[in-house]
């Protein structure tokens, strides 16, 4: 069984930075991609940024610039540096995560619970 944690949303005044994290865990073989998504209420989920076991990065347009995808693989971490945050970056933050367990022959994708960010003066 893998599990996905995040950690560190929260409330931050625009303009404010923020860092996420999430951690998998479990009976991982490999990690292929970590990425952020979130949604907002009334919106669907967005993908936002994703890292590559190679290091490579993806960023939507919307966080270009502002946010910053990186990972930890002796940790099985991903982390979200969000910098010059907008009151429209209020959402939900989700990590999710393509892993291969142990045993398996292919890689499944896994997602956090969530944490809230709120961009607020």
């Known amino acids: 069984q893998v599990q996905l944690v995040e950690s560190g949303g929260g409330l931050v005044q625009p303009g404010g930075s923020l860092r996420l994290s999430c951690a998998a865990s479990g009976s991982i073989f490999s990690v292929i991609t970590m990425g952020w998504y979130r949604q907002a209420p009334g919106k669907e989920r967005e993908l936002l940024a994703v890292?590559?076991?190679?290091?490579?990065?993806n960023y939507a347009d919307s966080v270009k610039g502002r946010f910053t995808v990186s990972r930890d693989n002796a940790k099985n971490t991903v982390f979200l540096q969000m910098n010059s945050l907008k009151p429209e970056d209020t959402a939900v933050y989700y990590c999710n995560a393509q892993i291969r367990e142990v045993g398996a022959n292919w890689p499944k994708l896994y997602w956090g619970q969530g944490t809230q960010v709120t961009v607020s003066s």
């Open positions: 890292g590559r076991s190679g290091g490579t990065t």
